[in-house]
């Protein structure tokens, strides 16, 4: 069914002879597209999440036509290489179409770049850790000095906290983790509000972020890392980013990467502290994209039970924990 839908949304496009491939369907669903008769390769994505938590602001039409606007202004940057968005028949970045159910959806063409997903197996990992530094300052550079118009994307904010906090009590109804637990989020996520505040005096600190650096999501090209999907892109602190793309290198790497992201971006290392206070708002934020499914939730109980007990106790006694997740 999925490749008969990729199929029909092609039919907007102008490619000339299209094979399909599928690749996964998690916030949305994804094709591999080879277009025999050119040689060229895209990507296709229909905006229909693999669960009802994952929806947002990001799968409107508005949502994604500013993504498509962000794509396109990157790809003029010289220093980042991005997927540039393909148009429709009509000139359009975003497809509307009916699906099978009636229900009118969303898709994006954009061309692909080729390379292998990051493993953390390279034989080069200093050597990415530190590029995948530079990469992000490049991507908030371009934030900082871009004239964007009022674009329609997720906000990281102290409002959202406000509603993890209520949204995340299904966890303790639901088994998930126990109510000394989610007091213990609680906590954590109000000393994260905090912190907040003070960020918001400080001069620079909020812009774009590409809210969701993981092993998927950083192609390994001739070139060095390439950071791909954008489409938990929005508004944030830059120190968000940091976090997310911190954990996913290995402890022994991520002051690489700091060193790679403050050779051209202001970093100062006393802000530790607070790129701690953002993984953790971005790892309770995850828990709600899956904690209404039960049969995809599992992971949180795990993960709940593994920072309650440990880190999340250090950081509120003010122990450094950057390098420990």
Avoid at 122 to 128: G, L, P, V, Y
Avoid at 164 to 176: N, R
Wanted: charged share 20%; glycine share 8%; aromatic share 12%.
């Amino acid at each position: 069914m999925s490749i008969q839908a990729a199929e029909e949304v092609l039919s907007f496009y102008t490619l000339q002879e299209p094979m399909v491939e599928f690749i996964r369907h998690n916030e949305n669903m994804t094709f591999k597209v080879t277009d025999l008769k050119e040689g060229r390769l895209y990507l296709l994505r229909i905006h229909s999440p693999s669960t009802a938590g994952l929806l947002g602001i990001q799968h409107t039409q508005q949502g994604l036509e500013s993504e498509m606007y962000i794509l396109q202004e990157l790809s003029k940057d010289q220093a980042l290489h991005v997927q540039k968005p393909v148009a429709n028949r009509t000139g359009g970045l975003v497809t509307e179409y009916v699906n099978d159910g009636k229900d009118i959806c969303y898709a994006t063409l954009l061309e692909w770049i080729e390379g292998a997903t990051l493993t953390l197996q390279e034989d080069n990992m200093e050597q990415i850790a530190y590029q995948l530094g530079e990469k992000l300052a490049a991507f908030h550079h371009f934030s900082r000095h871009t004239e964007l118009p009022g674009l329609q994307r997720p906000v990281y904010d102290a409002e959202r906290i406000d509603t993890a906090v209520e949204e995340l009590k299904y966890g303790v109804d639901s088994d998930l983790y126990s109510q000394e637990q989610y007091e213990i989020i609680v906590q954590v996520l109000g000393m994260i509000k905090r912190q907040l505040q003070v960020l918001e005096t400080l001069p620079g600190q909020w812009g774009l972020v590409h809210a969701d650096v993981q092993l998927g999501n950083v192609i390994i090209t001739e070139s060095g890392p390439c950071l791909i999907d954008f489409g938990f892109c929005g508004y944030g602190y830059y120190l968000f980013d940091l976090g997310s793309a911190g954990t996913v290198l290995p402890g022994e790497l991520r002051q690489l990467f700091l060193q790679g992201y403050a050779s051209a971006a202001d970093f100062s290392w006393e802000q530790i502290r607070y790129i701690e206070g953002q993984i953790f708002m971005d790892t309770f934020i995850s828990y709600l994209f899956f904690i209404h499914d039960s049969t995809r939730n599992n992971w949180i109980k795990e993960s709940a039970a593994k920072l309650c007990n440990t880190l999340c106790k250090d950081f509120i006694a003010g122990k450094e924990v950057f390098y420990s997740f």
